[in-house]
Nanobody, 126 residues
Framework: QVQLVESGGGVVQAGASLRLSCVAS????????MGWFRQAPGKEREFVGG????????YYTDSVKGRFTISRDNAKNTVYLQMNSLKPEDTALYYC???????????????????WGQGTQVTVSS
């Protein structure tokens, strides 16, 4: 069966960096757009950004532009989220997601996601 397994979360101070990884299995990874979402307590799940099948196109939501970097390694079935200059408002459960249909990264929504990871917690203290 398909599995997406995130890792790399933790508790850090504001200004620190973290790198999240998501390893996929049970699917043809290069056929999927990959995205990162996050959900803070009491808030709706938010789209952070996505990367095209080839890795050549990447989209970020405005709140993380210039601080976060998404990349993928299709040979390793892995997508990454490098998070720099972390802020307390980045505190959330971070999920990776796989989307089979479509090409428009900016319009990636929860409803379009075929597979979700279990999430990894990121906590940023001030």
């Amino acid at each position: 069966q398909v599995q997406l397994v995130e890792s790399g979360g933790g508790v850090v101070q504001a200004g620190a960096s973290l790198r999240l990884s998501c390893v996929a299995s049970g699917l043809t990874f290069s056929n999927y757009l990959m995205g990162w979402f996050r959900q803070a307590p009491g808030k709706e799940r938010e789209f952070v950004g996505g990367i095209s099948r080839s890795g050549l196109s990447i989209y970020y939501t405005d709140s993380v532009k210039g601080r976060f970097t998404i990349s993928r390694d299709n040979a390793k079935n892995t997508v990454y989220l490098q998070m720099n200059s972390l802020k307390p408002e980045d505190t959330a459960l971070y999920y990776c997601a796989a989307v089979f249909r479509g090409t428009d990264l900016a319009s990636m929504t929860s409803g379009a996601v075929n597979y979700w990871g279990q999430g990894t917690q990121v906590t940023v203290s001030s």
